[in-house]
């Protein structure tokens, strides 16, 4: 029973590009779809755009059983800028999107590196969780490198086991995983809020493409492990 296919859009995780450079937007086609963007009038399920000044794109989806609509922001930097946008998690979790029971957001509370907001992972037994952003690395970028700071604290009492892991990789625009920069652990712990800034992490193979990175947390079952990135 019921109408088949449903209507479904995905217009893909919200990002920054520098100025002059383009970006990929939207999934794959679904069968029995239709699709229209806006703005540009696209009628595809995925498009490429280089806007001048950060823009929000919209893909509509129609089957004979509906229509459905998904919205993403490309932001625009300066070019050869700093591509991370909201690098220090102040006022709001955006543009990086937030999965999982393990993965949090604080805007004014606890301990943060600087300013006020910062992400946390972990924090519960038995969870998983992830906090990523998707960017495009300019091609001609004389650089390109990661950094950031790190905190972890935790009840754990082992000095050798990695019971609750945070783990930074680099994804490519649909989510499969290209590689580990780097791995965390309830090893890694100091006192609250005691940060330690990591990397640089070099990202130069991935220029000229758009990619995600993200931080994925795993806990086990008892002792708790929070990790916090600023």
């Known amino acids: 029973g019921g109408c088949t296919p449903a209507a479904q859009a995905d217009a893909g995780p919200d990002r920054t590009i520098s100025a002059g450079q383009s970006t990929n937007l939207g999934t794959p086609a679904l069968a029995g779809h239709t699709y ?60 990086w999107v937030r999965s999982g029971a393990g993965a949090f957001h604080t805007a004014s509370a606890g301990f943060p590196h600087g300013g006020s907001g910062y992400a946390y992972l972990g924090v519960d037994d038995n969870v998983t969780g992830t906090v990523l952003q998707a960017v495009t690395i300019p091609a001609a970028a004389p650089t390109a490198n990661l950094t950031f700071w790190l905190n972890v604290s935790s009840s754990e009492t082992t000095s050798i086991r990695k019971y609750d892991r945070l783990f930074v990789e680099i994804l490519d625009n649909t989510g499969t995983a290209l590689s580990e920069l780097a791995s965390y652990s309830n090893l890694d712990q100091t ?21 995600r990175m993200q931080f994925r947390v795993t806990t086990d079952v008892a002792k708790r492990t929070t990790f916090r990135v600023d």
Request: charge should be negative; include cysteine.
């Open 36 to 95: 229209s963007w806006s703005p540009g009038g696209a009628a595809a399920a995925q498009v490429t755009v280089s806007p001048a000044i950060t823009t929000t794109y919209t893909v509509t989806a129609t089957t004979a059983c509906g229509i459905a609509s998904d919205s993403v922001t490309v932001s625009v930097g300066a070019a050869g800028g700093e591509l991370v946008t909201n690098g220090a998690f102040e006022g709001s979790v955006n543009p």
């Open 191 to 211: 006192a609250p809020g005691s940060y330690a800034q990591q990397g640089p992490f070099d990202l130069s193979a991935h220029r000229g493409q758009a990619i």
